[in-house]
């Protein structure tokens, strides 16, 4: 789905940004086209923008509060950023719930959430050195 596709480009290359990561300019491009005229001609993001727009805020907060918490010198906070950056994952079984319903989007969350990784929290590299910024 291209709208999932330019949320999802539009956000990681946010997330290279605020990171100080190394950038793909390709990738930065496609992201800004995105950003500046792709979604508004997509006409499922015309439809439904509103309802997509909420969960793209919320999960905008939930990534600005995962940097916060990565900082933290107490490990367990910097699991819980680990967890709350995997939130933009519920945008899937949003729009899940808007093309087939909920009993479709809970299978969808369900496969979704046994799909990320299942490391002990003593595995997670949030559990060593508080990130820096």
Do not use: Y
């Not at 919320?58 to 939130?87: G, P, Y």
């Not at 989007?105 to 949030?126: G, I, K, N, V, Y």
């Amino acid at each position: 789905m291209a709208c999932i596709h330019a949320l999802a480009s539009i956000s990681e290359t946010w997330d290279d940004l605020a990171d100080g990561d190394e950038l793909n300019r390709a990738d930065a491009i496609d992201a800004f086209r995105a950003l500046l005229f792709g979604l508004e001609r997509n006409p499922f993001w015309a439809r439904w923008r509103p309802l997509l727009q909420f969960h793209v805020e919320q999960m905008t907060l939930l990534w600005e509060t995962s940097n916060e918490l990565e900082r933290s010198a107490d490990w367990k906070i910097r699991c819980r950023a680990f967890f709350l950056r995997e939130s933009a994952n519920l945008l899937v079984p949003a729009v899940v719930s808007i093309l087939h319903g909920h009993e479709r989007a809970l299978q969808c969350s369900l496969a979704l959430w046994e799909f990320l990784p299942h490391e002990e929290p003593d595995q997670w590299e949030f559990r060593h050195e508080p990130r820096r910024r």
